[in-house]
């Protein structure tokens, strides 16, 4: 189990398998997978499996993930979370996407800052990464604005569309960077 946070605007709660249909509008989506190095989902069931895949890694510990909704709105905007935990280390790294009906709002740097605050004061992360593509010029300006430093580059480490791309590797130092618990 993972706990509900409140920002101003939103609530970020466990995922639960209910909300695989809602999920399915976002993980279809070709805006929002346009970088996200998979593709959309063709089916339902594809959504479905993604989600099991979740539930379980939050069970076991392996990952956290959030949905991201609108307090006093029941529909889901998106997720966001740590995946490739490695609690010896005190890393993860986050990963987020949003419907683009919830685009341009201020919504992903709240649920940004709120999940940072979260590994900082609560998760013992220290060391936040991310990976990004170059041409994702609006995810790499999130991360900037809210203290992620862009670290290097990763040649042909993603694919999509049976096409290798490079990505951008961001930091984020939780002591140095984040919030003070």
Same mark, same amino acid.
């Given at each position: 189990?993972?706990? #509900?946070? /409140? ?12 909300? $695989? ?44 993930? =959030? ?18 935990? $490695? ?9 987020? /996407?949003?419907?683009?009906? *919830? =685009?341009?709002?201020?919504?992903? #740097? ?9 590994? $900082?004061?609560? $998760?013992?992360? /220290? ?5 990004? *593509? ?16 862009? /670290? ?15 990505? *951008?590797? *961001? ?11």
């Amino acid at each position: 189990m993972i706990p #509900t946070i /409140e920002t101003e605007r939103l609530q970020l709660r466990q995922l639960q398998p209910t909300d $695989a249909e809602r999920l399915f509008t976002i993980f279809s989506n070709v805006d929002v997978l346009r970088h996200y190095g998979m593709e959309p989902h063709q089916s339902l069931e594809q959504t479905e499996q993604m989600l099991f895949g979740m539930l379980e890694g939050i069970a076991d510990g392996s990952i956290m993930r =959030w949905g991201i909704m609108r307090k006093g709105h029941p529909e889901l905007m998106g997720t966001i979370g740590f995946h490739n935990r $490695a609690p010896r280390h005190r890393r993860a790294e986050i990963g987020y /996407e949003i419907h683009p009906r *919830y =685009w341009r709002n201020g919504y992903a #740097t709240e649920a940004l800052q709120a999940a940072l605050t979260f590994a $900082a004061c609560s $998760a013992d992360i /220290e060391r936040v990464g991310a990976i990004v *593509y170059p041409e994702n010029i609006p995810s790499q300006q999130l991360l900037e604005r809210n203290g992620f430093i862009r /670290e290097g580059t990763l040649r042909h480490y993603m694919r999509q569309g049976n096409q290798p791309y490079d990505v *951008y590797v *961001y930091g984020y130092i939780a002591k140095k960077d984040g919030p003070q618990c």
